[in-house]
């Protein structure tokens, strides 16, 4: 994907940096996805989490300076208008089903073994729309959400502000076991909620949790998914249905479905949109290679002549 987001970076030098690419990382512990990267030097992030010290952490390693990590509490205040009308804190029943999986039980027990008995302090709460005012982010192109419980708090709180933010995609935690409780942190939800708001699903990464009942192998070497057991959580990745005519949030979606695998429908906007005739055919040729054939005619061309040559094991 890195040609494909080349040649969009190199075309539209003059727009990007203009208005580079806004991207708000919401549980931001690790560092931004290398992926984002890619968009650099046309990005800015403001990536917030509860752990005060890995965001210092964060802030001194970081080499970008228009990547910044904040300190705060992303559960709603008290006094936030959808607390006060829920009349308590957030909804995540969910958290009830994972208390029963293998990785729960493996992380609770090492964490208890770590921990020296002081609680740690929360940073203060997190007004999002004024955060991102005072960071001069009038936009924001794509967000990520993964604070581990108000999820749908948070999306919830944003929904008001989707239009004028100019919101182009999202990617967030979403869990499959919940209740019909509309404010539960729960995949239909916030698909729900999404698809109100003119976002369609483009991709859903599945994770998979055995019970402590009978322990399964992790995935990876530390205590999180595992290779079976129940579907609990996922990934979902949604992007907005652009009618926009605007060239930058064009330039903007291409690229961002690139960064996401989801070449073909960047294709299809690539051909749809306000693209010249020399940018066309150079995206369109290089994807066409990615996906092995020498250019986009030749693609066309062995579409159109037999598609079942485009089956896993061609006739």
């Known amino acids: 994907m890195n040609k494909l987001i080349e040649i969009i970076k190199k075309e539209f030098q003059t727009e990007l940096a203009k208005e580079p690419f ?5 549980g931001c512990s690790g560092g931004i996805s290398a992926d984002w990267r890619l968009l650099e030097p046309y990005l800015k992030v403001i990536g917030i989490d509860l752990n005060v010290e890995e965001v210092e952490k964060l802030n001194k390693e970081e080499k970008n300076k228009a990547i910044k ?29 994972f208390a029963r999986t293998s990785a729960w039980d493996a992380h609770t027990r090492t964490q208890k073994q770590r921990e020296s008995g002081n609680p740690s302090t929360k940073p203060d709460h997190v007004d999002l729309p004024d955060l991102l005012k005072s960071q001069g982010f009038s936009y924001v192109d794509f967000i990520k959400i993964d604070v581990d419980g108000p999820d749908f708090d948070l999306l919830q709180a944003l ?26 942190h729960t995949f239909h939800n916030m698909d729900r909620l999404m698809r109100k708001n003119g976002f369609e699903l483009y991709d859903l990464e599945l994770r998979r949790y055995t019970k402590k009942a009978l322990p399964g192998r992790f995935v990876w070497n530390f205590f999180g998914q595992t290779q079976n057991g129940a579907l609990a959580q996922g990934d979902a990745l949604y992007f907005k249905s652009l009618t926009s005519s605007n060239v930058r949030k064009q330039i903007k979606m291409v690229t961002l479905l690139s960064l996401y695998g989801q070449m073909d429908s960047a294709a299809d906007l690539v051909i749809q949109g306000c693209f010249g005739q020399s940018v066309k055919k150079k995206w369109l040729d290089a994807a066409s290679q990615i996906a092995g054939f020498p250019s986009y005619h030749v693609l066309l061309r062995q579409w159109e002549s037999d598609p079942a040559k485009f089956f896993r094991d061609p006739l």
Do not use: W
């Open 159 to 184: 929904e008001p502000h989707l239009e004028r933010l100019q919101v182009l995609g999202f990617k967030m935690e979403v869990n499959f076991n919940g209740t019909t409780d509309p404010h539960d």
């Open 69 to 97: 990590y904040l300190a705060g509490n992303l559960d709603l205040s008290p006094d936030h208008p959808i607390r006060k009308a829920r009349g308590g804190p957030f909804v995540c029943h969910s958290h009830r089903a």
């Open 22 to 26: 806004h991207v708000l990382d919401l």
